[in-house]
């Protein structure tokens, strides 16, 4: 069974602990590798090596966006030719079907794509502003913002990573990332492809563990500048008290209960085809999947029926 490693300041990273994860196909039980799990120690190496990454080295933020853009297109590209197997290790690691697994990814390439794009578009807005000392200019310049800690679910694992790691690199930030000990291996297929691009050392890290532990250590660090989490309310509300230390920025996604609303004029069939795909898609496992279906009266038994 193969032992898998984090990635930590450029370089695979055996770690401290001593501890493994053992990740689990739901479908069968059967083992399919066994990861490091990092420790305290470890976790502030992480940190550590990203900050030095952004504010003393500065490669990856100060690299201009042509060659950052030609990097990110690059991942996508690789990500691309790997699809068929980061999808079978995302189905075999997660339990959802292959199909589903496939879109993900393939949605993943397109999320890299974009943001490549993205940041090579004019940003920023320059104007005059009237004033007593002569004549003056006030404009916006956008920069990165530093250090940013990234922890998600096990929902989605490969393309939830992409969905904060594209943008959070191609703002120029260093990034240190905290998959959901559920669902690691698509994780680590992905630092696999941002090994092989070459991007600076510390630019991203990859620290695997408990949300108690490593994440806290994420949320309560101030050498993170941002955090940015999806998952449970009560613990996003942990993270902001832990954020509140250097006042950091944040960013939650967190549970709801998100309805769909049926007026009397709808297309019944279409509607009850989307209203089961909002609420069961994903197994029903999504942040914001329809959970509420708030009907007009007078065609909720008719509807109800259909559905």
């Not at 974009?114 to 940041?119: D, R, V």
């Not at 920025?249 to 209960?257: A, D, N, S, T």
Request: net charge neutral; charged share 25%.
């Amino acid at each position: 069974m193969r032992r898998y490693k984090t990635y930590i300041n450029g370089e695979w990273f055996e770690g401290t602990s001593g501890i493994v994860l053992r990740s689990v196909d739901p479908s069968n039980n059967k083992e399919l590798g066994e990861i490091v799990q990092n420790s305290k120690e470890d976790v502030e190496y992480a940190i550590e090596s990203a900050s030095r990454s952004f504010y003393k080295t500065r490669e990856w933020r100060d690299l201009d966006v042509q060659q950052r853009n030609d990097k990110l297109l690059k991942i996508a590209d690789m990500i691309e030719s790997e699809i068929d197997e980061i999808a079978k290790t995302e189905s075999m690691d997660n339990g959802k079907p292959l199909r589903e697994a496939q879109a993900d990814v393939d949605d993943a390439v397109h999320c890299f794509r974009y943001y490549a794009g993205l940041i090579r578009t004019p940003s920023g807005q320059t104007y005059n502003v009237n004033s007593n000392f002569g004549n003056m200019h006030s404009y916006t310049v956008k920069e990165p913002v530093g250090v940013c800690a990234l922890i998600t679910p096990w929902n989605f694992p490969f393309l939830m990573s992409v969905w904060k790691k594209a943008p959070a690199l191609a703002a120029g930030n260093s990034i240190i990332f905290k998959p959901s000990s559920e669902t690691v291996l698509s994780a680590l297929k992905l630092f696999e492809i941002l090994d092989k691009c070459d991007l600076p050392k510390g630019t991203a890290n990859l620290v695997i563990g408990s949300g108690s532990t490593v994440g806290n250590l994420l949320a309560e660090s101030k050498k993170v500048d941002m955090i940015t989490f999806t998952g449970s309310t009560s613990v996003g509300q942990g993270i902001m008290r832990a954020a509140a230390g250097n006042v950091k920025k944040i960013g939650l996604e967190l549970g709801g209960k998100s309805p769909n609303i049926v007026f009397a004029d709808t297309d019944i069939d279409k509607t009850v085809e989307w209203v089961m795909m909002g609420i069961f898609l994903n197994q029903g496992e999504v942040c914001c999947a329809g959970s509420r279906l708030i009907i007009e009266k007078s065609i909720k038994d008719k509807f109800l029926k259909k559905l």
